[in-house]
């Protein structure tokens, strides 16, 4: 069994009333030298719709022009936990929804930005589950 990453998702699609599997995603935080993420990891939703563990390094989820050493400095992060004295914004981009509802949706792909308090990445746990229609979402801090 995975170890639980320190931020974990869920994916229900509420068309159907199931969890939604094979969902790419892609994790990133927010660049400490500009605007802009920096993508540290990726995974796929399992059959329960969730991902509790990420693929850290590199990914093709989506298109990047993030540096080699960036990538790098950022998937150390992910793996030791971010400890700095100020609060970190964290995006988790789940892909393909436009596939997913085979092109009758309003959405190509959503994109969930949260804040992570200074010192508490890898001593909280952060799970941010995603309830998704064709032309709705919504997402709140789940347990």
């Known amino acids: 069994m995975a170890t639980r990453h320190p ?3 869920h994916v229900l699609n509420t068309v159907t009333g199931r969890p939604e599997s094979g969902l790419r995603c892609t994790l990133s935080k927010e660049r400490d030298d500009g605007p802009g993420f920096v ?3 990726s995974a796929e939703t399992n059959s329960d719709g969730r991902i509790v563990s990420w693929n850290l390094g590199p990914h093709n989820y989506e298109p990047t022009d993030v540096s080699v050493e960036d ?3 950022a998937a150390r992060i992910g793996e030791e936990g971010y400890h700095d004295s100020h609060d970190t914004v964290y995006c988790i981009r789940f892909q393909e ?3 997913l509802f085979d092109g009758d949706t309003f959405f190509p792909y ?3 930005l949260f804040i992570i308090p200074a010192g508490t990445y890898g001593k909280e746990h952060f799970h941010i589950p995603l309830l998704l229609s064709k032309y709705s979402y919504s997402t709140y801090r789940g347990s």
Do not use: L, R, S
Request: aromatic share 20%; hydrophobic share 45%.
């Open 7 to 9: 931020i974990t998702c």
């Open 110 to 112: 959503i994109e969930i």
């Open 39 to 41: 993508p540290f990891a």
């Open 97 to 99: 929804i436009y596939e």
């Open 71 to 73: 990538f790098n400095e």
